[in-house]
C-alpha cells in the first residue's frame, strides 16, 4: 500500500531554514511525479512544489517561488523540500503526495515564530 512519510519539520525563526523529507514506498517512486503540500490553521491545502519522475520541476507557488527548492533522490524513494528565509505565514502541516495522489501521510509541522 502507498506510504509517505514526512520528516524535518520543527519550529524556527523568521528568516531560517529547514529541509523537509517524504519517504516513499508501496509504489514505484521513480515513475511517479511528487508534489509538496501545506495546510495552514484555519485554510485549505495548497499546493507548494511540484517535481516529475525525471526531475523536471513545475512553477512553485507565488507564496514560495525563490525560496523554497523541491528536489528527489530516486534511488532512495525520498523527495526534499528545501525551505529558505522562512516566515511566519509559511507555518503550516508539510505534506507530500505523488500524481494522482495516493493516501496522505501524517505530515510534519512547521512553525515559524520568534
Known amino acids: 500500500q502507498v506510504q509517505l512519510v514526512e520528516s524535518g519539520g520543527g519550529l524556527v525563526q523568521p528568516g531560517g531554514s529547514l529541509r523537509l523529507s517524504c519517504a516513499a514506498s508501496?509504489?514505484?517512486?521513480?515513475?511517479?511525479?511528487m508534489s509538496w503540500y501545506r495546510q495552514a490553521p484555519g485554510k485549505e491545502r495548497e499546493l507548494v512544489a511540484t517535481?516529475?519522475?525525471?526531475?523536471?520541476?513545475?512553477p512553485y507557488a507565488d507564496s514560495v517561488k525563490g525560496r523554497f527548492t523541491i528536489s528527489r533522490d530516486n534511488a532512495k524513494n525520498t523527495t526534499y523540500l528545501q525551505m529558505n528565509s522562512l516566515k511566519p505565514e509559511d507555518t503550516a502541516v508539510y505534506y507530500c503526495?505523488?500524481?494522482?495522489?495516493?493516501?496522505w501521510g501524517q505530515g510534519t509541522v512547521v512553525t515559524v515564530s520568534l
Open positions: 503526495n505523488r500524481r494522482p495522489l495516493g493516501a
Open positions: 517535481i516529475t519522475s525525471n526531475g523536471a520541476i513545475a
Open positions: 508501496g509504489f514505484t517512486f521513480s515513475m511517479y511525479t
